[in-house]
């Protein structure tokens, strides 16, 4: 039932993208639109960035996705296939982690594993055992595979999550925030492993709400904001479209603002021994000189590159702060 007859064979087209929605929307019950008009498409390969404050729609979005929930309109794709139509054939090729991962606390590590294996119908008995201990040793958890799994850090959690959609080869992995609730040091384990997993070919879709997080492991990104989709691309090329911001250290910060602003250089911004500005259209050189010429004692001058963050503020006009 739902899937499509062998007289309509499905189509993966690849430039079509792992993920792809199109006008994807989802009004809640209550009237609440969560997701609005949705056109996201996630290139084979790509570590994809899902980037938004809390409340933005990203789970929403994901669990549409996976086909857990319904959409109110508009389509979903995932692998090729229309979601939620397809998910017996699309999820066993997808590893999910979504709302951290449902553990027994009262089982070890490799237990809880073995469980998960062992609910799957396609997964072979014979080489269970061998296949759990390649997903513990994936993630870095051999030596811990015989705690019980409730004396494990919030971490050590995450990773025996991320085994568990390990167990498999997948084609794509779906993370919901997976660094949520982690301290740092948990936070760069959880990042490394996923630059380590899509290293080998696999597409990684995540969602965050940490700027920086997205900027350290994704190729790519897509920022969310109210349900609405603010911008889609590599993430060179969205920070790349935006302007970087042209600096002077300088303990003369007051003559080095003034000079700039006399040079009609816009948003000069002052702060302790540093005067940033936006990039003036005539020479660095120029510049350089008239702050010299002005008695400027110039320590470090030059253009920074722009960070996901300016291309964010740049794109909304607002910082992205976020509560919690
Ligand atoms: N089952 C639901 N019924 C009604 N409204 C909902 C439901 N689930 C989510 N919402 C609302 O939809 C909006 C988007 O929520 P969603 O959880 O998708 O955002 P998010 O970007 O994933 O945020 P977070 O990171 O906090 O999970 C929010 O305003 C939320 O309150």
Do not use: W
Request: proline share 5%; aromatic share 4%.
């Amino acid at each position: 039932m739902g899937e499509p007859s062998a007289e309509v064979p499905e189509q993966v087209d690849a430039g079509d993208g792992i993920i792809a929605t199109r006008g994807l929307t989802k009004r809640f019950r209550g009237g609440q639109l969560a997701v609005d008009g949705l056109d996201l498409t996630v290139p084979a390969g790509s570590v994809f960035g899902f980037l938004g404050p809390n409340g933005s729609g990203k789970t929403t979005t994901i669990r549409m996705l996976m086909g857990l929930i319904e959409p109110s309109s508009g389509t979903a794709r995932v692998l090729g296939r229309p979601m939620p139509r397809s998910v017996r054939t699309v999820l066993p090729r997808v590893g999910a982690l979504i709302e951290g991962p449902a553990l027994y606390g009262f089982l070890s590590g490799r237990d809880n594993l073995l469980r998960y294996d062992s609910a799957d119908p396609t997964a072979d008995p014979r080489t269970r055992r061998a296949r759990v201990a390649a997903a513990l040793d994936r993630v870095g958890l051999t030596a811990a595979s015989g705690k019980k799994a409730k004396a494990y850090s919030l971490g050590m959690k995450q990773r025996l999550g991320l085994a568990s959609a390990l167990l498999q080869p997948r084609e794509l992995l779906v993370l919901d925030e997976p660094t949520n609730g982690l301290d740092p040091q948990g936070m760069r384990e959880i990042r490394s492993l996923i630059r380590e997993l899509a290293s080998d070919g696999t597409t990684v879709f995540l969602s965050s709400h940490l700027l920086d997080e997205i900027e350290q492991v994704c190729t790519h990104a897509a920022v969310m904001a109210q349900g609405r989709l603010i911008t889609q691309g590599s993430v060179t090329e969205l920070a790349a479209g935006t302007r970087g911001r042209l600096f002077v250290t300088t303990p003369d910060v007051g003559d080095a603002a003034r000079v700039l602003k006399e040079l009609g250089l816009a948003d000069v911004v002052v702060a302790e021994e540093r005067v940033t500005a936006e990039p003036p259209d005539r020479e660095l050189a120029e510049v350089n000189e008239a702050l010299v010429t002005a008695g400027v004692r110039v320590r470090g001058f030059g253009v920074e590159r722009a960070s996901l963050e300016d291309a964010f503020v740049a794109l909304t006009g607002e910082g992205f702060d976020v509560a919690g």
